[in-house]
């Protein structure tokens, strides 16, 4: 079945550092990419997402290139500020379609100054 | 435009208690899903509404948890005997559906179960 896998936090990084975030994924066919985030006290709200080989999605800063030859969908940003502290989830979507969503188990940021 | 709403957001029950959770998603989405998400792992999908009809209930354990939808607007999720195993976070979500196979969910805060 669908599954992913992303990189265990939390992640502390210093204010305007560089931020990866690490997404693999298995699935059969196509599906399309996603990066939810969460911060303090609110719901899970889409990020960016992808939905085919090497397309970027992208958003507030963070980048992510849907990568078929190596399963992976990588979390980026060039400089962190305090306010990307939140719990980041990779996700995919069933390629047959209806959104559902199988999620990643989340990687905590944590951005000091 | 007011976000889907859940209550309660804290629930403490002990086992083999009864439960119920509210959602009221965004106002003209017609797709509610019902996710849980036990501590240190990512949201799992329990259900799936297409206005009153269920779409998919594959991974919802229907010996004990049930959820419906009568109208097409609201929903509500029941656990009935509680187990240690059903605590964790359940969160509700919504989608339209001109945005159907997009992937844009929009989550309530959720409503966190402690079974005792």
């Known amino acids: 079945g669908n599954s992913v896998t992303q990189m265990e936090g939390p992640v502390t990084l210093s204010e305007e550092a560089f931020l990866t975030i690490n997404c693999t994924y298995t699935?059969?066919?196509?599906?399309?990419l996603f990066w939810y985030v969460q911060y303090p006290g609110e719901g899970l709200q889409l990020l960016l997402k992808a939905t085919k080989a090497d397309d970027k999605g992208s958003n507030k800063g963070f980048e992510a290139t849907y990568r078929k030859e190596t399963t992976s969908f990588h979390l980026e940003k060039g400089s962190v500020q305090v306010s990307d502290s939140a719990v980041y989830f990779c996700a995919l979507s069933d390629p047959g379609g209806g959104n559902k969503l199988t999620f990643g188990t989340g990687t905590q940021l944590k951005v000091e100054l | 435009e007011a976000g889907v709403a859940q209550s309660p957001r804290y629930k403490i029950i002990e086992k083999r208690q009864s439960v119920a959770f509210w959602c009221n998603p965004i106002s003209g989405h017609a797709t509610l899903y019902w996710y849980q998400q036990i501590l240190g792992q990512g949201p799992k999908l329990l259900i799936q509404?297409?206005?009153?009809?269920?779409?998919?209930d594959s991974q919802l354990p229907k010996d004990r948890f049930s959820a419906e939808r009568l109208k097409g607007v609201d929903s509500t999720l029941k656990i009935q005997p509680a187990k240690l195993e059903d605590s964790a976070v359940y969160l509700c979500a919504s989608s339209s559906s001109d945005r159907a196979n997009t992937g844009e969910l929009f989550f309530g805060e959720g409503s966190r179960l402690t079974v005792l």
């Open positions: 509404f297409q206005n009153n009809g269920v779409v998919d």
């Open positions: 699935a059969t066919g196509y599906p399309s």
